[in-house]
């Protein structure tokens, strides 16, 4: 039986617990720049014990961002912002890994605060946005252009120039999107995808740009490396994307390299009636695991240290995923551990306020962990 806070193995990566940073978006970019918000963000998750901090959504592509205030990767210039949050994370005994994104017809909006529907260009918006076919997402929202061959072709070989770029910056697992009704979630539903060609109509076709993207970047990223999707289990729509073509999907993507499937659900229609409650996508985990043999880590409504121990415990994930709470309480996996008598390191400089014979956590060397990291993340020239 393991445990939330039990090392979990992955390739050549071996995670200090269970509790990973889910990736949320910060809006908080300029041209796609990480900044002192980010490094806060998510440095201070790492101080607070996860074992993987994941960025927010980061764009491929400037058109793929969902706001024009996204984080980006689709620059060289953005490497080193990142690298450098990258280091403390890992600094704090954590895994800095990175999600990469594009919004497809959910792209060029509002950030959340700032209104809603389509962002115009005068603001900051961009003309052209698109998708697997030319349905926009609601009211409001951009109308999509639908993709040629040659613009999924660009989009496939900007994932693959992304995670090449995000080992540059040291980050030691990708996560790609494949959810929340963003351009490759797009792809997979037949609610969003009325293709006629070899990207559409059949599970096989729908499912065909996700494949590419995964062969794509597990060819520009080290075999070592682990490599995660994001998927909605379901569109909660009948007719629409389900948990048995999950099942199927991830069956395949562990074929292909995937190691470990982020098992969300949700955001492609607006009208979907969906049973929010707590743990209630925990059961898509459980399943993917189960039927499809392969690593999955749960997300959804996770709050207590109770809940993440059975979910772990019983084996319905590998993981949890944990966003929202995390936002609540960044040092959440200290208190967990607390709660649930389980061995975490506190922050050296934290040790004070740690329980009786709590092990303390020393910040590795920067300059020797950036060596270390530039030297494992080479990969090899095409």
Same mark, same amino acid.
């Given at each position: ?21 889910s ?22 998750? *790492? ?7 994941l ?15 996204d ?31 594009? #919004?497809?017809?959910k ?28 349905? *926009? ?5 951009p ?13 496939? *070989?900007?994932?693959?120039?992304? *995670?090449?770029?995000a ?6 697992v ?9 351009l ?15 990207y ?25 490396a ?6 909605? #289990? ?50 898509? #985990? ?31 994930a ?8 995390l ?6 996996p ?25 092990? #303390? ?22």
């Amino acid at each position: 039986m393991a445990h939330l806070f039990d090392p979990l193995s992955i390739r050549g990566l071996t995670f200090a617990n269970r509790v990973f940073v889910s990736p949320m978006c910060e809006y908080s970019s300029v041209d796609g720049y990480a900044n002192d918000w980010h490094f806060v963000h998510l440095g201070s998750r *790492a101080v607070g014990g996860a074992g993987l901090v994941l960025t927010e959504a980061t764009a491929i592509l400037p058109a793929g961002r969902i706001s024009p205030q996204d984080l980006g990767i689709w620059s060289d210039d953005h490497v080193e912002p990142l690298a450098r949050i990258v280091r403390f994370i890992h600094a704090q005994g954590s895994v800095a890994g990175m999600q990469l994104a594009h #919004a497809g017809r959910k792209a060029s909006t509002h950030r959340p605060w700032a209104g809603h529907g389509a962002v115009p260009e005068h603001a900051g918006g961009w003309k052209k946005v698109v998708a697997p076919s030319a349905l *926009a997402f609601t009211d409001g929202y951009p109308m999509p252009h639908a993709l040629t061959g040659d613009g999924i072709q660009e989009i496939v *070989a900007a994932f693959a120039k992304s *995670a090449r770029r995000a080992g540059e910056a040291g980050f030691q697992v990708i996560e790609i999107h494949a959810a929340h009704g963003y351009l490759i979630h797009e792809f997979l539903s037949p609610l969003s995808n009325r293709r006629q060609d070899e990207y559409g109509g059949s599970f096989e076709n729908r499912i065909r740009l996700l494949r590419e993207i995964v062969a794509a970047v597990r060819s520009a990223w080290p075999e070592r490396a682990p490599l995660f999707v994001r998927i909605s #289990a379901t569109d909660w729509i009948d007719g629409g994307w389900d948990i048995q073509q999950s099942v199927e999907l991830a069956r395949g993507l562990r074929e292909l390299g995937v190691d470990l499937i982020d098992c969300s659900s949700g955001g492609n229609v607006p009208h979907a009636k969906i049973p929010v409650g707590p743990g209630y996508q925990t059961l898509f #985990a459980e399943r993917i695991r189960r039927e499809a043999e392969i690593m999955t880590g749960a997300v959804g409504m996770i709050t207590s240290s109770v809940q993440a121990e059975q979910i772990v415990g019983v084996g319905q994930a590998d993981a949890v995923i944990i966003a929202r709470e995390l936002l609540r309480d960044p040092y959440w996996p200290l208190r967990a551990a607390r709660e649930l008598g389980q061995a975490v390191s506190w922050p050296v400089q934290y040790l004070r306020a740690a329980p009786e014979g709590a092990q #303390a956590r020393v910040p590795v060397d920067l300059e020797n962990l950036a060596a270390s990291l530039e030297e494992q993340h080479a990969v090899p020239q095409p």
